[in-house]
């Protein structure tokens, strides 16, 4: 036993030295840090139908951030900001609707040689609300207006109602309606479903059943009539020869899309009376009409012509 104390006696002196010279330098001044952690709060025992409504944690996201200042060796200190540190809130079983907590060192269990010198805020005041369901009609926001020549039919949000969860403060007044953020219709020419439009909140904590919703756009042109009483028709001969109508002018009554008709006037019809495969003689000839797309024709008086073909008369090229 003496030999185990007394042998390579130098050694191990040094050994011990050099540890106690290392513990010292651990612990001392110089190898100290103080620095700031977020140290999040989690609220325990929360029952489903509360929820803790400030600080704003959410029914599930039951964490509120304090700031830490903590002093001690370094490389201690550094293995803090990854340790997982955290204040807890254990709510007794029935829940209260107001609750004042003093927040102290002892509950983050601390290692050995680390010193907490500030806790911000050194305490937190909880208020619990219950929480509700409730039902919202589904409101479109509707901004602008459809191009020249459409008028918006319908607009309709699919589903039309949606169900919100959260605290009663948020929801439980007020009229069942949720809007929509703007939809701007000023370049819609047609039927469109504009998807994901997002909802006009509540309130932070409180959450649609879903996040967004799809808007159906109902589109249509305005349909308008328009006539025009003094309309050439264009004759159609037979080749070599030469034809005239009678009467040489006809109403036409036609629809279509009211910009288009707009632009146009009686020279832009096309009634045409066809003769090309008659030879000379007097004909009953139906006129028919070449319209631009979209135009239909409703009438036309007289929807028959007398046609007359005969030779061409010298000078008549």
Do not use: C
Request: glycine share 6%.
């Amino acid at each position: 036993m003496k030999n185990f104390f007394t042998k390579n006696i130098g050694l191990k002196s040094f050994s011990l030295l050099l540890a106690i010279l290392l513990e010292l330098h651990f612990y001392s001044p110089d190898n100290s840090l103080s620095t700031v952690l977020p140290v999040p709060i989690e609220v325990q025992n929360l029952n489903p139908d509360m929820m803790v409504v400030w600080p704003i944690l959410g029914e599930r996201g039951k964490r509120f951030t304090t700031r830490v200042r903590l002093r001690g060796p370094a490389p201690q200190v550094k293995q803090l900001a990854s340790a997982g540190l955290k204040f807890i809130v254990e709510l007794p079983e029935q829940n209260p609707y107001d609750l004042s907590v003093k927040l102290s060192p002892e509950q983050l269990r601390l290692p050995q040689g680390i010193e907490v010198e500030e806790i911000e805020p050194p305490a937190i005041d909880l208020k619990l609300e219950r929480v509700m369901d409730r039902e919202f009609v589904v409101v479109v926001d509707r901004v602008g207006e459809p191009p020249t020549g459409h008028r918006i039919e319908k607009v309709r949000s699919i589903p039309e109602t949606v169900l919100a969860r959260g605290p009663r403060g948020e929801i439980a007044d007020g009229l069942s309606v949720v809007k929509t953020h703007p939809v701007d219709v000023s370049k819609l020419t047609q039927t469109k479903t504009i998807q994901a439009q997002p909802l006009v909140e509540r309130g932070p904590l409180s959450k649609f059943n879903v996040p967004a919703v799809s808007v159906e756009v109902v589109v249509s042109v305005i349909m308008d009539e328009r006539e025009y009483s003094q309309v050439t028709p264009s004759v159609l001969a037979p080749a070599g020869l030469a034809a005239s109508v009678e009467p040489s002018r006809v109403r036409a009554k036609i629809s279509g899309p009211k910009h288009l008709l707009q632009q146009l006037n009686a020279g832009d019809l096309q009634i045409i009376a066809d003769g090309q495969a008659f030879k000379p003689g007097k004909y009953m000839v139906d006129l028919k009409a070449n319209l631009p797309e979209g135009v239909e024709l409703i009438s036309l008086e007289p929807a028959q012509v007398n046609m007359i073909v005969v030779a061409k008369t010298a000078g008549s090229e």
